[in-house]
């Protein structure tokens, strides 16, 4: 799934390259893609896209009366249509421009999870943007800390859950896990000082190695492409200590990956449930 850095790097792209232009028509491909009745998406027409933004993992299209919030989910993709076919593989949802150019927002497989939102007035107050956590790029370590402390729970559920910091999913969650050297079944409530530290500058770095990876490409990257030390890493020699193995371990019904040398003081986790470990 597209995370923070993605959907940051893919707003701008589609800010440099739409903002100012009218929308003229929001044509939904398929019945489930508008999630929202009211606003109508018709109050958008004839005004200019002020800016394209991101809140968490969703794409915020202004256009100042209105905006669409727009949620990848999975394997979403909002695209340049060139073609503006009838019927587009994979379309939801089409934005055509008054200038002639559309965006087309496809969705693979059969999951139908993707949407858009339509909402007037300020979108981080209504669903789907409402209860979202800060932005986990904007958290600074005091912050991270009183976050830590309200929510005791296993670190890498921590840093995925959208309700407490937004924006991270699994492969940054592996990562800043990595990158701080922490086991991604930490106990929150009882990281020290230096643990705290570590996690802060973690969020912040990989978050920014993602941007600086994404703000390179002309279209968003695939997640094996993406920068990562252990996500899709396992099995390979782990870069940060040079002396271990990427090693997989089920937990909540997906795969974390992680370095037993650099977060569990060498321990390898039960790879086909953490109960055993938990206790
Ligand atoms: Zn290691």
Known sequence: MPELPEIQAHAERLDAAYAGTALERFVPIAFTALKTAVPAPDEAYGQELVFVGRRGKHLLLDFGAVTFVVHLMQGGRLKPDEKQAAKPRFGQARWRFADGRALLLTEAGSERKAGVWVVAGDPDVQVPLEGLGPD???????????????????????????????????????????????????????????????????VQACINEGLAFERGLDAMSSSADRPAHVHNRIGE??????????????????????????????KVLADNTTSKFLK
């Open 237 to 266: 020699p782990c870069t940060q200590c040079g002396q271990d193995t990427v090693r997989a371990v089920e937990y909540s019904r997906y795969t974390v990956a992680y370095c037993p040398t650099c977060q569990t003081g060498g």
């Open 136 to 202: 986990a790029d904007t958290v600074d370590k005091a912050t991270l800390e009183r976050l830590l402390q309200e929510h005791p729970m296993r670190l890498h559920g921590f840093l995925r859950d959208q309700h407490i910091l937004a924006g991270v999913g699994r492969l940054l969650a592996n990562e800043i896990c990595h990158r701080s050297r922490l086991s991604p079944f930490a106990n929150t409530a009882k990281l020290d000082a230096d643990d705290v530290n570590q996690l802060a500058e973690a």
